[in-house]
């Protein structure tokens, strides 16, 4: 069992910036996914095992950088440039098989843990 914690949310204005954390036990692909209210969970970010490789969803790309420390084991989703629709529950993700694709990790079915989430909330 892997326990996902995250923290770092909070209320911001638009244009600002809120670093996310995840502390991941485990050297484990990771991904970030947020969900607003009344909407479906979306693929925001994910870092590989060893953080090598990095992918994005286009709606963030140039705005939100995903981050690890393993020797901290946590996993960062730095946002800047906010904007209210990013307004959200922010939810990081384990996915414990090595063997999958970077581009598999946009998928939420490839994950097996999940945290609790985090809300973001952005004003204008």
């Known amino acids: 069992q892997v326990q996902l914690a995250e923290s770092g949310g909070g209320l911001v204005q638009a244009g600002g910036s809120l670093r996310a954390s995840c502390a991941a036990p485990?050297?484990?692909?990771m991904g970030w996914f947020c969900q607003a209210s009344g909407k479906e969970r979306e693929f925001v970010a994910a870092i590989s095992w060893s953080g090598g490789l990095t992918y994005y969803a286009n709606s963030v790309k140039g705005r939100f950088t995903i981050s690890r420390d393993n020797a901290k084991n946590t996993v960062y989703l730095q946002m800047n440039s906010l904007k209210p629709k990013d307004t959200a529950v922010y939810y990081c993700?384990?996915?414990?098989?090595?063997?999958?694709?970077?581009?598999?990790?946009?998928?939420?079915?490839?994950?097996?843990?999940w945290g609790q989430g985090t809300q973001v909330t952005v004003s204008s």
């Open positions: 993700a384990a996915d414990t098989t090595r063997s999958h694709a970077i581009t598999a990790q946009a998928r939420p079915e490839t994950y097996d843990y």
């Open positions: 485990g050297r484990y692909a």
